[in-house]
């Protein structure tokens, strides 16, 4: 109870929030900032190295108060809902559950992470609307712990460049976010003409299933200058596709009936896709929104074309986002252990639901990660015969089937050569890829917290 009273103080004292009602008037939804923030906002948002770190605290706290005014339970560092084990090895501690499931016929959504779920204000050409929204990282180490967040300090970097939206708490401490998305569009994928060793990719059409406006970005730097990774799963014209179908049998249901969006208490399950790292499976993350249509499409993503205004493609150390290689085209049949990977596959698949199984270079636990990752397409060669060409499972496996001319550069790659990510080129289309866990094969079919419904 200290602890509670502690944190709420702390919030309608630094904030200047109302906290004797949740109720959003028009006399609150003004947008403006409160005198506390504009104080705090004396910081060079064109700088990354300008943050004030008091002021980003009492933002965090905010977030939290609102989860709870939500019908939630914030998360509490020293006395999280859920415990995970070194085997579960999971990036994001505020997880209120994980599915880690992977046989399709006996959960046909697949593995799972419910998410806290926030509620704030999207800016539409028409005014404000609700929209719900998660958080999976933070540019600050201390913040993302308090937050139950990855810690990604590389995403600074994206300040004061036209990849990022402003963010700012109304007088209740709402967040209000400078664009919109709108996730009313039906998601659709044509296979491009086979042939030439690429199959079925690049698509002839891409349809993403939800697109963003001119002034939405997930990267939002807050008053404190702060950047959070915060990515809208829902809002009045409908779901994101990666919260998973009741009935995958079904298409359409992108409504609010879904019990899997859960406003009574304020959180989400969202479904995870598969990856490699490092030579291991079980790569688990979330694709929330990416700069181009076909990935959007393929990896049921938002497609939001401001983020194409990051710095900087192919860059590392550099930049604000990290290399990782899909393959355009793998093989079309599972190898012994049941693993398929590649675009093609993804979009040869008969519902289309067949994730890539990307490679990644780094994992959150290493401080040079962060959630947006530009896409190094490799392409085995053509006089590689398709039954012959393995799973890629390390981004020292493709240097090497690069070395030995058997895989290469995807032919739509322009970029400079990223030395990090095996001399590939970059396509310039970023994918925001949240990492949630990579457990153990132990902990493959179990179910920890509350993931489900």
């Not at 399709?104 to 998410?115: D, E, F, M, W």
């Not at 708490?169 to 994928?189: I, M």
């Not at 598969?274 to 993503?301: C, L, M, N, Q």
Request: charged share 20%; proline share 8%; net charge negative.
């Amino acid at each position: 109870m200290k602890i509670k009273f502690l944190i709420t103080s702390a919030v309608c004292l630094g904030m200047a929030v109302s906290c004797s009602t949740d109720e959003i008037t028009d006399v609150d939804n003004t947008g403006e900032l409160t005198e506390a923030e504009l104080r705090f906002r004396k910081v060079d948002l064109s700088n990354p190295r300008s943050f004030n770190f008091f002021a980003a605290k009492k933002e965090a706290l905010t977030l939290l108060k609102s989860i709870k005014l939500d019908g939630g339970e914030p998360f509490n560092v020293k006395r999280p809902a859920v415990r995970y084990t070194r085997d579960q090895n999971v990036f994001v501690p505020s997880a209120i559950g994980i599915d880690f499931r992977i046989d399709r016929n006996v959960v046909p959504q697949g593995p799972t992470v419910r998410l806290p779920m926030f509620t704030g204000w999207e800016t539409t050409e028409t005014g404000r609307r609700k929209g719900h929204y998660v958080i999976t990282e933070t540019s600050n180490r201390f913040i993302s712990k308090l937050l139950g967040v990855a810690f990604a300090p590389r995403m600074a970097n994206a300040r004061g460049s036209d990849g990022v939206q402003l963010g700012k708490f109304t007088r209740n401490g709402r967040l209000v976010f400078e664009g919109s998305v709108d996730f009313s569009p039906k998601r659709s994928l044509v296979a491009g003409v086979p042939g030439g060793g690429l199959l079925s990719f690049p698509p002839a059409e891409a349809n993403a299933g939800a697109i963003a406006d001119d002034n939405w970005s997930s990267y939002v730097v807050l008053p404190s200058g702060l950047v959070i990774n915060a990515q809208l799963v829902a809002n009045d014209t409908g779901i994101h596709d990666r919260i998973p179908a009741l009935d995958t049998s079904i298409d359409g249901q992108d409504d609010f009936n879904s019990p899997f969006l859960s406003k009574e208490t304020a959180s989400v399950v969202l479904q995870l896709l598969d990856g490699w790292h490092d030579g291991r499976d079980y790569y688990f993350h979330i694709v929330t929104d990416t700069s181009d249509p076909g990935p959007a499409a393929i990896e049921k993503g938002v497609f939001a074309p401001k983020l194409n205004n990051i710095p900087a493609f192919g860059e590392f150390p550099g930049g604000a986002f990290l290399g990782f290689s899909p393959c355009a085209n793998g093989n079309p049949e599972r190898d012994a252990e049941g693993n398929i990977q590649g675009l093609n596959v993804a979009i040869d698949s008969e519902d289309q639901n067949q994730d890539p199984t990307n490679t990644f270079p780094i994992d959150p636990s290493d401080d040079r990660f962060s959630p947006m990752w530009d896409a190094h397409i490799c392409e085995w060669a053509a006089s590689v015969p398709e039954n012959e060409r393995p799973i890629l499972r390390s981004i020292a496996q493709i240097e090497k089937e690069i070395a030995n001319g058997r895989l290469g550069n995807f032919r739509g790659n322009n970029g400079p050569v990223n030395p990090f990510i095996a001399g590939l080129m970059p396509t310039r289309a970023l994918i925001n890829c949240p990492v949630i866990t990579q457990p153990v094969e132990s902990a493959i079919g179990t179910i920890v917290g509350e993931p489900m419904p």
